[in-house]
């Protein structure tokens, strides 16, 4: 009889689950836990916390959420908020466990974390949640192009995205495990819901796939993605899934085969691809990562370039409270304060205002998505982020947005201004 310890990051879920597919194949017991590190939510250099109340409290219910789906096969989560390697060096040896298996990640302080974690037990790393298996790749991950177009090009000549794995219909887990932290694991502020909201976002993963099946279910909002997606007002306009991709709740691969299903009914055109297209810049930025490890958190960028901004607190706490005076500028700021996320057009609009035009530092900005946004993720901010800010992988300069010009085009009418005015 042997034991496994399943060490839950941002794979939280258990269909198509790579690391709880090989614990559960190689092991008679499971015992499943998320560590939370309080490193990655407690204040940074720039002052404020890492995360915020939305952020907290989508985790919290995500976590919720894979507790109830491990119960419903006979298991259950214990949650843990410790530094990882401590944690585990601990639950190894107390629980018998011969082994940890987990997702690999990408992110520079993900993989820290992994190399702590392996110089004390038995580490086990699956693929992390890309829609291409880095193993399929058709080059090393270290030899990734530096330009989106490039990889897309090379990728999509020898395409293969894989089969899901089996969700185990049973997990044996011994007595007494379970429990932990106390619930919720993260505390926050009191949250306010803002009635100007047009989408409520749950963190669990019954709320991710309803609203995979009511995206791609018929031709109207998955067919005209292409048309919609750099929309700003309403709850459509694109498919919202970056929450629960960012905590894997849902599989890269599961929104590619709901995409897929949808072809095979209504045929593929311009928008199910572009839907494709977008998962796999996606890819991009958690490749890149992989490639650039510590650089794409440093000021200088994975390019090496000297960034330019400094840290004016007055102008950078009106750009988070959404009172520059530009109006365009603060309806996108007021919109991510009030719910917790934001369009991407809004995103790469207020990104290069805080850069560009009030010449503040862009990890300032990094670090305050990443207190924010429900959806963050290190690759696909910090990678975004650094793309604007001039010292990614942009094959173009410094990318500036003019506001006027982008409200004057996005927002016609004025219509998401007044919204959220
Ligand atoms: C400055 C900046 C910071 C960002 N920070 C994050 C972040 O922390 N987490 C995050 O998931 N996305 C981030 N993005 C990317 C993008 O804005 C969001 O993924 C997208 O807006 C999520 O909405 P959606 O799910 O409706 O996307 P859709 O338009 O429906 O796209 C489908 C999926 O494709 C992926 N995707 C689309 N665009 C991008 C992109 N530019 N980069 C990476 N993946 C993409 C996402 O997983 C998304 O869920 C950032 C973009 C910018 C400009």
Same mark, same amino acid.
């Given at each position: 009889?042997?034991?496994?310890?399943?060490?839950?990051?941002?794979?939280?879920?258990?269909?198509?689950?790579?690391?709880?597919?090989?614990?559960?194949?190689?092991?008679?017991?499971?015992?499943?836990?998320?560590?939370?590190?309080?490193?990655?939510?407690?204040?940074?250099?720039?002052?404020?916390?890492?995360?915020?109340?939305?952020?907290?409290?989508?985790?919290?219910?995500?976590?919720?959420?894979?507790?109830?789906?491990?119960?419903?096969?006979?298991?259950?989560?214990?949650?843990?908020?410790?530094?990882?390697?401590?944690?585990?060096?601990?639950?190894?040896?107390?629980?018998?466990?011969?082994?940890?298996?987990?997702?690999?990640?990408?992110?520079?302080?993900?993989?820290?974390?992994?190399?702590?974690?392996?110089?004390?037990?038995?580490?086990?790393?699956?693929?992390?949640?890309?829609?291409?298996? !880095?193993?399929?790749?058709?080059?090393?991950? #270290? /030899?990734? =192009?530096?330009? $989106? +177009?490039?990889? @897309?090009?090379?990728?999509?000549?020898?395409?293969?995205?894989?089969?899901?794995?089996?969700?185990?219909?049973?997990?044996?887990?011994?007595?007494?495990?379970?429990?932990?932290?106390?619930?919720?694991?993260? !505390?926050?502020?009191?949250?306010?819901?803002? #009635? /100007?909201? =047009?989408?409520? $976002? +749950?963190?669990? @993963?019954?709320?991710?796939?309803?609203?995979?099946?009511?995206?791609?279910?018929?031709?109207?909002?998955?067919?005209?993605?292409?048309?919609?997606?750099?929309?700003?007002?309403?709850?459509?306009?694109?498919?919202?899934?970056?929450?629960?991709?960012?905590?894997?709740?849902?599989?890269?691969?599961?929104?590619?085969?709901?995409?897929?299903?949808?072809?095979?009914?209504?045929?593929?055109?311009?928008?199910?691809?572009?839907?494709?297209?977008?998962?796999?810049?996606?890819?991009?930025?958690?490749?890149?990562?992989?490639?650039?490890?510590?650089?794409?958190?440093?000021?200088?960028?994975?390019?090496?370039?000297?960034?330019?901004?400094?840290?004016?607190?007055?102008?950078?706490?009106?750009?988070?409270?959404?009172?520059?005076?530009?109006?365009?500028?603060?309806?996108?700021?007021?919109?991510?304060?009030?719910?917790?996320?934001?369009?991407?057009?809004?995103?790469?609009?207020?990104?290069?205002?805080?850069?560009?035009?009030?010449?503040?530092?862009?990890?300032?900005?990094?670090?305050?998505?990443?207190?924010?946004?429900?959806?963050?993720?290190?690759?696909?901010?910090?990678?975004?982020?650094?793309?604007?800010?001039?010292?990614?992988?942009?094959?173009?300069?410094?990318?500036?947005?003019?506001?006027?010009?982008?409200?004057?085009?996005?927002?016609?009418?004025?219509?998401?201004?007044?919204?959220?005015?």
């Amino acid at each position: 009889m042997t034991r496994a310890i399943l060490w839950f990051r941002n794979d939280l879920r258990v269909a198509d689950n790579e690391a709880l597919h090989a614990a559960c194949t190689a092991h008679d017991e499971v015992l499943p836990v998320v560590i939370i590190d309080p490193k990655q939510h407690g204040a940074r250099p720039f002052g404020f916390e890492r995360s915020g109340p939305f952020r907290r409290r989508f985790l919290n219910e995500a976590i919720a959420g894979l507790d109830a789906e491990l119960r419903s096969l006979g298991s259950c989560l214990r949650v843990v908020v410790a530094d990882p390697a401590e944690a585990l060096q601990q639950l190894v040896p107390e629980w018998r466990a011969v082994a940890v298996y987990a997702q690999r990640l990408y992110g520079w302080e993900e993989q820290e974390q992994e190399r702590a974690v392996a110089s004390r037990v038995a580490l086990h790393l699956l693929a992390p949640n890309t829609l291409l298996h !880095p193993d399929d790749l058709p080059f090393p991950v #270290q /030899r990734l =192009p530096h330009v $989106f +177009t490039a990889f @897309r090009n090379k990728v999509e000549k020898q395409w293969a995205v894989r089969e899901p794995v089996a969700t185990p219909a049973r997990i044996n887990t011994p007595e007494g495990w379970g429990g932990g932290a106390e619930h919720p694991a993260l !505390p926050h502020e009191p949250i306010t819901e803002d #009635q /100007r909201a =047009p989408f409520t $976002f +749950t963190g669990d @993963r019954a709320a991710a796939l309803a609203r995979l099946n009511h995206y791609c279910s018929g031709p109207e909002l998955l067919g005209s993605y292409k048309l919609t997606r750099n929309g700003l007002l309403g709850s459509d306009f694109s498919g919202r899934f970056s929450p629960w991709l960012a905590t894997g709740t849902l599989g890269a691969r599961e929104v590619y085969r709901a995409v897929k299903d949808y072809e095979a009914v209504h045929g593929a055109n311009e928008s199910s691809y572009w839907m494709v297209f977008e998962l796999l810049w996606r890819d991009f930025f958690q490749f890149t990562a992989a490639m650039h490890g510590r650089d794409l958190f440093l000021r200088h960028g994975i390019a090496h370039k000297p960034a330019k901004g400094d840290h004016n607190t007055r102008r950078f706490e009106a750009w988070c409270e959404g009172r520059t005076g530009q109006p365009f500028i603060d309806a996108n700021m007021r919109e991510l304060a009030a719910t917790g996320w934001m369009s991407n057009r809004g995103r790469q609009n207020v990104a290069s205002y805080l850069v560009h035009d009030l010449g503040i530092d862009w990890r300032m900005g990094a670090y305050w998505f990443e207190r924010m946004l429900i959806d963050y993720d290190p690759c696909s901010n910090w990678g975004n982020w650094q793309y604007v800010a001039g010292v990614g992988n942009d094959p173009r300069e410094g990318r500036r947005f003019d506001a006027v010009r982008q409200a004057g085009m996005y927002d016609p009418e004025g219509a998401y201004v007044e919204h959220w005015g």
